[in-house]
């Protein structure tokens, strides 16, 4: 359900809803109808701000995106009852762009072309480093403002900040996948 109303509320957003005060008290009886906590209000912020100032193709990216919003962490997971990192962006390119994806984050790290950290663009897969081994551990799909949405061992899929201390730690490289 609060997929399904994001969504709708989104593409109204997208449509030509403006942030004037009725909107606003609009958005707010939408969020009080769906289970949200103080930690996803900033992300649901974004998510507004974000789909507001995007192309067709981006629109599709964000519409998997927010399907998949919440799905809990699985290592080999693969469906929406839980799902790891790179089935995740696997799953979403595929639902978004008909592109296939290898399976593991280091195969998909050897697709693509390599891109610097501040050529960043919507859709670009971002690689983290996060053990001592010599591979690719972690992937997930930059969005926008030095965020990107991932299935993180924590939260599941979620959207965090590339200024996070850990993803600016552990950050690998990006490659770009769609032209």
């Known amino acids: 359900m609060?997929?399904?109303?994001?969504?709708l509320f989104l593409l109204l957003v997208?449509?030509?809803f403006s942030q004037s005060s009725n909107d606003l008290a609009i958005a707010n009886k939408l969020i009080n109808k769906v289970t949200i906590n103080k930690d996803n209000l900033s992300t649901l912020n974004f998510t507004l701000y974000t789909v507001s100032n995007i192309n067709l193709k981006e629109q599709k990216l964000m519409y998997e995106v927010i399907e998949y919003l919440g799905t809990p962490y699985r290592y080999g997971g693969m469906t929406k009852s839980g799902i790891d990192c790179s089935a995740f962006t696997q799953t979403v390119f595929w639902?978004?762009?008909n592109e296939t994806l290898p399976r593991t984050a280091q195969e998909q790290y050897?697709?693509?072309?390599?891109?610097d950290k501040d050529s960043l663009k919507y859709g670009d897969l971002i690689f983290f480093k996060t053990s001592r081994r010599k591979y690719v551990g972690h992937v997930g799909i930059y969005l926008d403002s030095n965020k990107f949405v991932h299935s993180g061992c924590?939260?599941?899929?979620?959207i965090a900040s590339l200024e996070e201390t850990y993803y600016s730690e552990h950050y690998l490289g990006a490659k770009r996948i769609l032209k």
Not at 2 to 7: A, D, P, R, S
Not at 154 to 158: N, P
């Open 154 to 158: 924590k939260e599941g899929v979620s």
């Open 2 to 7: 609060f997929k399904k109303t994001l969504w």
């Open 95 to 97: 639902l978004a762009f």
């Open 14 to 16: 997208n449509l030509g």
């Open 110 to 115: 050897n697709e693509g072309i390599a891109i």
